[in-house]
């Protein structure tokens, strides 16, 4: 199976500043999932960007896909103390429906 | 999104017992899966509980060691066998939000101790 691989493995801002985590993944993929954990909870589903999708937002949240990169990026403005937490990005089995999570980036965001 | 809930939040147990772990979902999905994050680490896949058949699992992964069982569209149970300290990690269900929608939402987990 293949695995999402997120970089930086930490990365430490100001509030305010903007915070960029990528994801590079081996294989070809339908989607890919990235999903935020706060430190001792559970994991809060974020955004799914498919494959055929370049950019996608949410509120402070801006994903962008380059497939032909295989790679993924996830970026958080104006950021705040709350955003500290470790982001993970899921990608996809050829299936579509088992996904393979990456290691992780732990954000910390210093007020 | 569907709520799901786990329980045990938290257990502590001996070497060599078994511990079964609930998940339930406030609405029917086809889909549900069991993952285990060990401390530290990132989520692993640990099977597909699907209705009405036998769990699917991934490498690693077998049956007699985590037995699933899906008895319907709302409820999956995870058992961890004859435990042993490395089986220490948070146990976590999650479901397909959808039918092909791809997108998957967690439970809060259960944190497992094996002393």
């Known amino acids: 199976s293949q695995q999402g691989e997120e970089d930086p493995q930490a990365l430490s801002i100001q509030e305010g500043e903007n915070a960029t985590m990528n994801c590079s993944y081996k294989?070809?993929?339908?989607?890919l999932q990235w999903y935020r954990q706060n430190s001792g909870r559970g994991l809060v589903h974020l955004i799914l960007?498919?494959?055929?999708?370049r950019e996608k937002h949410s509120g402070r949240l801006r994903v962008t896909l380059d497939t032909s990169k295989k790679s993924s990026s996830l970026l958080i403005t104006a950021s705040r103390a709350a955003d500290t937490a470790s982001y993970f990005c899921?990608?996809?089995?050829?299936?579509?429906?088992?996904?393979?999570f990456g290691p992780g980036t732990r954000l910390s965001v210093l007020p | 999104s569907a709520v799901i809930s786990q329980k045990p939040s938290r257990d502590i147990c001996q070497r060599g017992t078994s511990l079964t772990i609930q998940c339930q979902v406030d609405?029917?999905?086809?889909?549900m899966f069991w993952y285990r994050q060990q401390p530290g680490q990132s989520l692993t896949l640990i099977a597909t509980?699907?209705?009405?058949?036998?769990?699917?699992?991934e490498s690693g992964f077998v049956i007699d060691k985590f037995p699933i069982s899906r008895p319907n569209l709302t409820f999956s149970t995870l058992t961890v066998s004859n435990m042993s300290p490395e089986d220490s990690s948070i146990y976590l269900c999650?479901?397909?939000?959808?039918?092909?929608?791809?997108?998957?939402?967690f439970g809060p987990g259960t944190r497992l101790t094996v002393t």
């Open positions: 999650s479901v397909e939000e959808g039918a092909g929608s791809y997108e998957q939402y």
């Open positions: 294989t070809s993929i339908n989607n």
């Open positions: 960007i498919r494959s055929n999708e």
């Open positions: 899921a990608t996809d089995d050829n299936y579509g429906q088992n996904f393979v």
């Open positions: 609405s029917q999905v086809t889909m």
């Open positions: 509980a699907n209705q009405g058949s036998e769990a699917t699992y």
